[in-house]
């Protein structure tokens, strides 16, 4: 589909009333498997959109935590961005906690995955198995998330969550639906008792 985006040079894009508009051009071809590049868009993000609340949804294919998140076609394809990774850039900005932090991929949900995450979040939010096609479902959820942003964090992973099992249930494209909300507040007994 064609909306204006760039294949060529990295972009920052934002919807406002429903509406894709574009918020930084000619970024150049940024490394999306780089801890710096993520660490430079969660600056980016807290600086021009300040808020209570944070989430950080990543979205594309998930190697466990042997094999990290991400591919960038621009880059090597033996690339991708490994747990430490994201733990570094996320140590960057002490100063924000998300209250989600999700992956829409496969096979994210590890203690491994968990416990690197668990000082950044309350909650992730990742795939135990493969993921289908159809990923997960964000009308829905976003839609009720905009009408209550103080909707609790345990409501909006049950959302998150119904949401991608409804899709895939009721499309022809669906598969099985693997995904769970882990309450990162328990991670550190749980490593420790393994």
């Known amino acids: 589909q064609d909306y204006g985006i760039s294949g060529k040079t990295s972009q920052t894009w934002k919807i406002d009333n429903g509406e894709l508009l574009p ?12 801890s710096e590049t993520l660490s430079e868009f969660i600056d980016f993000s807290k600086s021009s959109y300040p808020a209570e609340r944070y989430l950080f949804l990543f979205w594309d294919h998930g190697g466990g935590p042997v094999y990290g998140f991400g591919y960038d076609e621009w ?47 309350k909650y992730t939010l990742l795939s135990e198995d493969f993921e289908s096609g159809l990923g997960w479902s964000y009308s829905g959820w976003m839609k009720k998330f905009e009408e209550n942003p ?19 249930e009721s499309s022809p494209d669906g598969d099985s639906a693997c995904i769970g909300l882990f309450n990162e507040s328990t991670v550190k007994n749980l490593f420790t008792a393994w």
């Open 23 to 34: 918020v930084r051009d000619g970024l150049g071809q940024l490394d999306c498997t780089l």
């Open 75 to 121: 880059q090597d394809p033996e690339d991708s961005l490994t747990i430490a990774e994201m733990s570094r850039a996320f140590a960057e900005h002490p100063d924000v906690h998300f209250d989600i932090i999700g992956m829409d991929c496969c096979i994210m949900a590890s203690l491994e995955t968990c416990y690197a995450l668990a000082p950044y979040c």
């Open 150 to 168: 103080g909707m609790s964090t345990p409501l909006l992973g049950k959302e998150i969550v119904d949401a991608a099992i409804d899709a895939n």
